[in-house]
């Protein structure tokens, strides 16, 4: 017979989820998802003023050589190179019989968002 060592906060949790690679892949995914509907209301206001003149979209657009709106759209753009990431990995998870090295996959997507969020700030600059 197996025993197990239960929680004084809650009976019957016998582990940490939260500390599990998985679920900060979770967690991570969730809030980049976020974070791009944050930028969609933004984006449909510049989609608003193209409509509207080349006028009213270059003036518009001239908000971007703020550097607080440059360091605003490379988080966004880490944001949905992270979400890309972790997103397939989710596909790979329900698809494939891949989970022993999650760490490793987390890690490597965090890694590949981050650089493709570098690329896209130097190539800016």
Do not use: K
Not at 31 to 58: K, N, V, W, Y
Request: proline share 3%; charged share 10%; with cysteine.
């Amino acid at each position: 017979m197996r025993t197990t060592a239960r929680s004084a906060i809650a009976p019957g949790i016998t582990h940490a989820p939260h500390r599990r690679p998985g679920f900060a892949a979770a967690l991570i995914h969730r809030l980049s998802g976020i974070a791009l509907a944050l930028f969609l209301p933004m984006h449909f206001i510049a989609l608003g003023t193209a409509l509207q003149g080349a006028d009213r979209l270059e003036s518009f657009l001239g908000l971007t050589h703020n550097g607080f709106v440059r360091v605003a759209e490379w988080g966004l753009v880490c944001a949905l190179a992270v979400h890309m990431a972790l997103g397939l990995r989710v596909l790979a998870i329900e698809w494939l019989s891949y989970r022993e090295r999650t760490a490793v996959v987390v890690s490597g997507c965090l890694a590949t968002a981050f650089a493709v969020g570098l690329l896209f700030l130097l190539s800016g600059a």
